[in-house]
């Protein structure tokens, strides 16, 4: 994976995943809130059934209390009456009393006559609750509520009830009514389902909000991507082509100065040889003299070639360091064109790399071609210094400003601007009818490190 589809990729995840962290955190947040509600909403129903049950056993208790409270402990008659009214009390189809002695034996139980008679002390519940002797001790202690599983006449199945007990002690009766709660229970169920449900749809809307956004992001940042990268492959096939330019020009230009130049120095000077060579055979005198002529000739053969290598590095960068150089630039600059040539560097403090060096160097080279082709200057400034630690470099003249061979667009400013944006400096040029001036901005990145200062010294 490229870097550029990295950089993506760690835009893009962070989203998904602060998207994912987000929903779950918000279900997770409404399922807690809506189990909450769900359990307080049971809580409710269950207290509404116990509120009825009680309400109903005080309605019995009142209707038998004269009966009960006249009667004697064996008053059969009485009992029978009391046991009758009971009966009588069934409400809906799965409501009604029933009525045990304290012994387990049936006394009442209008939905299930066949437990009239029998004893049930000993039955359990599918959850081996004993049943009827928990009503007994809960009715003795002075009556109450119990929870068990219990046959519902209505269909047969078994279901958990709530009933409400209390003891008649005179005739060591246990009297009570209940309640199923498979109704409560089916309610909570499908509020647990309603919620669950709201839930997922919840979280396919952020979901289907989500997905898209990423994708839209995600294909926003491939657009972007693919728009830069067909524009950076035309700026490196720009670029590609400019260096080829430069390069051939180069050549050209070495070219004619070894044609114009050296060549005919050296043509000159086998052609004095060859005279010499004549005159020696005729005229000792004048041989000396062509020689003479011939190793003129000769020494500005030499002294073109050392210019021309100078013009490819020279040797004082690398040997005196930069200000140094600038000054042999600017005292050859003046004694090959006759413009007067300034340099100040009394302030400039060299700690700039190598390269940064040379591509100040480059940079006032090129500036001094610029002056020398096309500004007709008579005067020329160089001022190098240092400032918070970063190299400056300002070039002015006199002359009369940009050309159109030299143009803001021109490729020698392109080239100083891109060596001054390789080290992330910066190249200011400010031109008039009055004259140029441009100033070269170094950041302190192109200084040498402490330890690199260490071994230069």
Same mark, same amino acid.
């Given at each position: 994976?490229?870097?550029?589809?990295?950089?993506?990729?760690?835009?893009?995840?962070?989203?998904?995943?602060? *998207?994912?962290?987000?929903?779950?955190?918000?279900?997770?947040?409404?399922a807690?809130?809506?189990? $909450?509600? *769900?359990?307080?909403?049971?809580?409710?129903?269950?207290?509404?059934?116990?509120?009825?049950?009680?309400?109903?056993?005080?309605?019995a /208790?009142?209707?038998?209390?004269?009966?009960?409270?006249?009667?004697s402990?064996?008053?059969?008659?009485?009992?029978?009456?009391?046991?009758? *009214?009971?009966?009588?009390? $069934?409400?809906?189809?799965?409501?009604?009393?029933?009525?045990? @002695?304290?012994?387990?034996?049936?006394?009442?139980?209008?939905?299930?006559?066949?437990?009239?008679?029998?004893?049930?002390?000993?039955?359990?519940?599918?959850?081996?609750?004993?049943? *009827?002797?928990? /009503?007994?001790?809960t009715?003795?202690?002075?009556?109450g509520?119990?929870?068990?599983?219990?046959?519902?006449?209505?269909?047969?199945?078994?279901?958990?009830?709530?009933?409400?007990?209390?003891?008649?002690?005179?005739?060591?009766?246990?009297?009570?009514?209940?309640?199923?709660?498979?109704?409560?229970?089916?309610?909570?169920?499908?509020?647990?389902?309603?919620?669950r449900?709201?839930?997922?749809?919840?979280?396919?809307?952020?979901?289907l909000?989500?997905?898209?956004?990423?994708?839209?992001?995600?294909?926003?940042?491939?657009?972007?991507?693919?728009?830069?990268?067909?524009?950076?492959?035309?700026?490196?096939?720009?670029?590609?082509?400019?260096?080829?330019?430069?390069?051939?020009?180069?050549?050209?230009?070495?070219?004619?100065?070894?044609?114009?130049?050296?060549?005919?120095?050296?043509?000159?000077?086998?052609?004095?040889?060859?005279?010499?060579g004549?005159?020696?055979?005729?005229?000792?005198?004048?041989?000396?003299?062509?020689?003479?002529?011939?190793?003129?000739?000769?020494?500005?053969?030499?002294?073109?070639?050392?210019?021309?290598?100078h013009?490819?590095?020279?040797?004082?960068?690398d @040997?005196?360091?930069?200000?140094?150089?600038?000054?042999?630039?600017?005292?050859?600059?003046?004694?090959?064109?006759?413009?007067?040539?300034?340099?100040?560097?009394?302030?400039?403090?060299?700690?700039?790399?190598?390269?940064?060096?040379?591509?100040?160097?480059?940079?006032?080279?090129?500036?001094?071609?610029?002056?020398?082709?096309?500004?007709?200057?008579?005067?020329?400034?160089?001022?190098?210094?240092?400032?918070?630690?970063?190299?400056?470099?300002?070039i002015s003249?006199?002359?009369?400003?940009?050309?159109?061979e030299?143009?803001?667009?021109?490729?020698?400013?392109?080239?100083?601007?891109e060596?001054?944006?390789?080290?992330?400096?910066?190249?200011?040029?400010?031109?008039?009818?009055?004259?140029?001036? /441009?100033?070269?901005?170094?950041p302190?990145?192109?200084?040498?490190?402490?330890?690199?200062?260490?071994?230069?010294?």
């Amino acid at each position: 994976m490229t870097l550029r589809y990295q950089i993506i990729a760690l835009a893009i995840i962070p989203l998904v995943i602060a *998207i994912l962290a987000i929903t779950s955190f918000i279900t997770w947040q409404s399922a807690n809130l809506t189990q $909450d509600n *769900i359990a307080t909403f049971q809580q409710n129903m269950l207290k509404a059934k116990e509120t009825e049950i009680l309400n109903l056993t005080h309605l019995a /208790l009142s209707a038998t209390q004269t009966t009960y409270r006249d009667a004697s402990a064996d008053d059969q008659a009485a009992k029978d009456k009391v046991a009758a *009214i009971l009966a009588s009390l $069934d409400y809906g189809e799965d409501g009604y009393f029933f009525v045990y @002695d304290y012994d387990g034996n049936n006394i009442v139980h209008p939905r299930q006559s066949f437990r009239h008679g029998r004893n049930w002390l000993d039955l359990t519940d599918p959850d081996g609750d004993k049943v *009827i002797a928990e /009503l007994i001790a809960t009715a003795k202690a002075g009556g109450g509520l119990h929870q068990y599983k219990w046959q519902k006449p209505s269909n047969g199945q078994m279901a958990d009830k709530l009933s409400f007990v209390v003891s008649l002690d005179k005739w060591r009766w246990v009297v009570g009514t209940g309640v199923y709660l498979d109704d409560v229970y089916a309610q909570t169920a499908a509020a647990n389902a309603s919620m669950r449900d709201s839930i997922k749809n919840t979280f396919v809307i952020v979901v289907l909000i989500a997905v898209p956004a990423v994708l839209v992001v995600f294909t926003t940042c491939m657009l972007l991507t693919f728009h830069e990268r067909r524009l950076a492959d035309g700026k490196l096939k720009a670029l590609t082509q400019r260096v080829i330019d430069t390069q051939e020009e180069e050549r050209a230009r070495l070219a004619r100065e070894l044609h114009d130049g050296i060549s005919q120095n050296l043509v000159g000077v086998r052609y004095a040889m060859d005279l010499a060579g004549r005159k020696v055979r005729t005229d000792v005198n004048e041989a000396a003299s062509t020689i003479d002529r011939g190793v003129e000739a000769l020494n500005g053969a030499i002294k073109e070639i050392r210019r021309l290598s100078h013009d490819l590095r020279p040797r004082v960068l690398d @040997d005196m360091g930069l200000t140094a150089a600038l000054q042999a630039l600017c005292h050859n600059f003046q004694e090959r064109t006759g413009i007067a040539t300034d340099i100040e560097a009394s302030d400039f403090v060299d700690q700039l790399k190598p390269e940064a060096s040379t591509a100040l160097y480059r940079v006032a080279q090129e500036a001094f071609t610029n002056v020398e082709r096309h500004s007709g200057a008579r005067h020329l400034a160089v001022k190098l210094w240092s400032e918070d630690g970063r190299a400056r470099m300002m070039i002015s003249d006199d002359g009369t400003g940009f050309g159109e061979e030299a143009s803001p667009g021109g490729l020698g400013l392109r080239n100083m601007q891109e060596r001054m944006a390789h080290f992330r400096g910066l190249l200011l040029i400010e031109s008039t009818a009055a004259g140029t001036t /441009l100033t070269a901005l170094m950041p302190k990145s192109a200084n040498m490190q402490p330890h690199d200062q260490v071994k230069a010294a």
